[in-house]
């Protein structure tokens, strides 16, 4: 007989750069309060933020653990300069689970179980059996890929735990130049953390005022907040059972409450919606990628009827 | 150091190599390659019949197999590296994962080089690729400088590779998904970025604007040259600031760190470009042999020929240098 497994919430990495303390009441809270089952620290963007966050990492991953979250560390995501390789490669030293953020991370955690993050390209089942073979016991799908992708990759390989992107803005980009810090008229090397001015990333309008984009220091994100509510029912039905919910400068235990309800199948999708727009106001919402369609689109139509069912 | 060409279509093939490159890159008529485009690429016949003639003229023949495999679709994938094994490519040039480990079980004799697209930016990663996949060749993503590019060749167990002219990707390659946020078509999945099919210009007074998807993405003024609207190359507004505020409409053009990526131990430089026609490929082939030949006090004055060539005519160094970031 097949085994259920329950629906589980993922607090992914706290892209933003925020202040230290800030960042610690912040994981303080979500231990005290948010129903979340895995909750993943560290600093995925920028190496040059790590000491922020640094003096507080031990007191927040024990108080998390202490309120029975799994907590993770993720390691950089664009490794490029000796010292990335070098504090990635020191990920050996923590306890726990490293979530992989870039493929270095992989030989350096070798024989450790790892979990691989969104911002690894996973596009199909062979990738998944290699990262398998490779030790990775769950992966966190990029938010690039369409349902029928999702399904195909979640119902080949039964003994992988995968994790959908459901709520957050989208990371869409990374690049070895700081556009924030340029905006603010600093250069990379330079940038006085101007990062940190913005919690909640800085947007990036169109020339005509369309919303469109917000930056992250070297990270490009979408302006919009990705969130899938009406097509959860149908991502549980094929199997998928991590949900990841990835921190904005908003009530984010409020957030984890609507979604474990939307997991739980005690909250309609109207109601969930409306609940999460009022916690996160201002920021239009968008499932387009999981529908294969414009990923700034929010899409109103249901799912198509996926394969392998 | 080599010069890899590329070539969309089969007489751009043979005036490359005409041109004097030393390989050649392509790809199959279809997404398994980065440079899906309309009315380019190979099909099997075209490709056998170009590796037959580059044979001839002792050049390689690369073949990129560099997007990522659509789940329930592999075949697809599979079959272009079956087919280009079978038709005698010197090296296949993959990025995915899972195509990776396909390639090197089922052809464990072939070459295989990595992909850009793999964004592979740290020695860890590329020695993880030679050892796990037995890959020859790394080609570097376009976020590193020269002294970096020299600390990552000084340190892998295979050869690399670098752009030094052509299309500059001013993200991580391979982990970019800004043209499918405004599409829905993208460079890891359809091999397209800011696809020419969702491009619309239209007038607004004197003004034009061109938008990619339901977003503008630039307005020129009168009498303003318009460019093509790749995302990353278009005009916005962020902070106080308004206007190119990721990279300016400009092209990369490497050639004068020539000598210190040849001291870095570089292998082989390559010209981006397989959406571009015959006549430039050509040009910018014997222009930068003529470059890479002449003594260091001489290539100075070659330098530079190829910048009317270049998009927008202005060209930068991009990452190599540090301050670009």
Not at chain 1, 64 to 70: F, I, M, P, S, T
Not at chain 2, 299 to 323: C, D, F, P, V
């Amino acid at each position: 007989m097949q085994q259920v497994t329950p629906s589980q919430l993922t607090l992914g990495p706290l892209l933003y750069l925020w202040q230290g303390e800030a960042w610690r009441d912040f994981y303080f809270r979500i231990a005290d309060e948010a129903p979340v089952d895995h909750v993943v620290l560290g600093e995925v963007v920028c190496s040059k933020r790590a000491h922020f966050m640094a003096p507080y990492m031990q007191e927040v991953t024990e108080r998390l653990q202490r309120a029975g979250k799994r907590v993770r560390h993720a390691s950089l995501a664009l490794v490029t300069l000796p010292r990335e390789e070098k504090a990635t490669r020191e990920l050996r030293d923590l306890d726990g689970v490293i979530e992989i953020s870039d493929l270095s991370a992989l030989p350096a955690l070798a024989g450790r179980p790892t979990t691989v993050g969104p911002l690894v390209n996973v596009y199909n089942a062979a990738t998944v059996r290699f990262l398998a073979s490779q030790g990775v016991t769950s992966i966190c799908l990029p938010p690039e890929l369409p349902f029928d992708a999702v399904c195909e990759i979640v119902g080949s390989v039964p003994q992988m735990d995968f994790e959908i992107f459901a709520f957050g803005r989208v990371p869409l980009a990374i690049s070895a130049r700081c556009a924030h810090a340029r905006v603010k008229g600093n250069t990379k090397d330079n940038c006085q953390f101007v990062c940190a001015e913005d919690p909640d990333g800085l947007p990036v309008t169109t020339l005509e005022g369309q919303q469109f984009l917000a930056l992250n220091g070297v990270q490009t994100m979408s302006h919009t907040c990705q969130t899938l509510i009406a097509e959860i029912p149908d991502l549980q039905a094929h199997g998928l059972t991590g949900f990841r919910l990835s921190p904005q400068h908003c009530d984010m235990v409020a957030v984890a409450e609507i979604y474990r309800q939307i997991l739980d199948g005690t909250l309609e999708a109207d109601q969930a919606e409306m609940a999460l727009q009022a916690v996160y106001p201002d920021v239009p919402f968008s499932n387009g990628f999981l529908h294969a369609d414009v990923g700034a689109d929010f899409v109103r139509t249901p799912l198509p009827a996926a394969i392998g069912q | 150091m080599e010069l890899i060409c590329p070539a969309g279509t089969p007489t751009a093939f043979r005036d490359a190599i005409e041109a004097g490159a030393d390989a050649v890159y392509c790809g199959f008529r279809n997404e398994t390659n980065a440079r899906n485009f309309p009315g380019l690429n190979f099909s099997r016949d075209e490709l056998a019949e170009a590796i037959t003639f580059a044979k001839s003229k002792s050049v390689d023949t690369l073949v990129a197999i560099n997007t990522f495999m659509h789940a329930g679709n592999e075949a697809l994938w599979y079959k272009a590296v079956d087919d280009a094994v079978d038709l005698g490519a010197t090296a296949l040039i993959l990025a995915d994962l899972g195509l990776l480990a396909y390639a090197a079980k089922k052809h464990p004799g072939q070459r295989l080089h990595l992909s850009v697209q793999a964004s592979a930016s740290n020695a860890d990663t590329i020695n993880f690729m030679v050892d796990t996949f037995g890959i020859k060749r790394a080609v570097l993503p376009r976020v590193l400088t020269i002294s970096e590019v020299a600390a990552i060749t000084r340190k892998v167990r295979c050869e690399t590779e670098v752009f030094v002219f052509g299309g500059l990707c001013v993200m991580a390659e391979g982990r970019c998904s800004l043209s499918s946020y405004a599409t829905g078509k993208s460079p890891n999945m359809q091999g397209v970025c800011s696809p020419a099919s969702h491009v619309r210009y239209r007038r607004d007074g004197k003004a034009l604007v061109s938008e990619l998807g339901a977003f503008t993405i630039n307005r020129f003024a009168e009498g303003e040259s318009a460019g093509y609207p790749t995302l990353c190359k278009g005009r916005f507004a962020a902070g106080e600031q308004s206007g190119y505020i990721f990279e300016d409409p400009v092209s990369l053009d490497a050639l004068v760190h020539l000598d210190a990526l040849a001291a870095a131990g570089v292998s082989a430089l390559k010209i981006e470009g397989r959406q571009r026609g015959r006549a430039y490929i050509a040009e910018v082939v014997r222009t930068i042999q003529t470059t890479l030949g002449a003594s260091p006090a001489q290539r100075a004055g070659h330098i530079g020929n190829l910048s009317a060539l270049s998009e927008g005519q202005r060209t930068t160094s991009g990452a190599y240098e540090k301050r670009w970031r």
